[in-house]
């Protein structure tokens, strides 16, 4: 079955803190995987895809097929970063996971 | 350049209504989808179309319809609205069908109650 599992629906850190936001996936294929960020009252954004291997606003994500795992890092957080977190995977649609809330408290 | 609208913004329906969500890009995209958005759930796909006349079911196509007479926009409607009908409506477009290379810009939201 195409899956996406984001284990944790609320990540809380203290400014400065590392950062990891953890998504798994379960696809046959090839996996496309993105990150996307949806701050309060703002719309769904694409923050980073697997190809790209990029850092976007200090986050990175790595993808490992071994894990079946695309984890979203960064090693300082920042209060700005509050918001709510996506991972998809694209199986010509995309497929998202359940969402992940992050708390930067300062 | 105003991507992707969405009219109305919120809506309050009771059971048993019907309406019809208005998705507008100006991107010239071919693609365009409609979400719902639930607490715990996640984003799930209603329909979706790849081209202007086309629609698809998606993930959750149940007590929707959709139509895309125009490049431009997409509608959703709810026939005979239903209280599990109550989300948070995003729609969405892309150039392409999706790909590593290709990315959905999304609308702000439609925030629909079902009494």
């Known amino acids: 079955a195409q899956r996406v599992t984001q284990p944790e629906k609320l990540l809380s850190v203290f400014k400065g803190a590392p950062v990891e936001l953890k998504c798994n996936y379960s696809y046959s294929g090839s996996p496309e995987l993105f990150w996307y960020v949806q701050y309060s009252r703002q719309r769904l954004q694409l923050l980073l895809r697997?190809?790209s291997r990029e850092s976007i606003k200090g986050f990175t994500a790595d993808l490992n097929k071994g894990e079946t795992s695309f984890h979203l890092k960064k090693p300082f957080a920042q209060e700005e970063d509050s918001a709510m977190y996506y991972c998809?995977?694209?199986?010509?649609?995309?497929?998202f996971g359940t969402g992940t809330r992050l708390q930067v408290f300062p | 350049n105003a991507g992707v609208t969405q009219t109305p913004k919120f809506r309050v329906l009771k059971t048993g209504q019907s309406m019809t969500l208005l998705c507008a890009q100006d991107m010239n995209h071919e693609y365009m989808y409609w979400y719902r958005q639930d607490p715990g759930m996640g984003l799930r796909l209603i329909h979706y179309s790849v081209g202007e006349g086309t629609t698809a079911k998606g993930e959750v196509p149940d007590g929707y319809n959709v139509s895309r007479l125009k490049k431009q926009n997409f509608l959703l409607g709810l026939e005979s609205a239903a209280p599990s009908q109550t989300s948070v409506y995003f729609c969405a477009s892309s150039y392409e069908e999706i790909s590593s290379y290709n990315e959905q810009f999304f609308g702000p939201g439609t925030r629909l109650t079902v009494l």
């Open positions: 697997h190809i």
């Open positions: 998809a995977l694209n199986t010509d649609k995309l497929i």
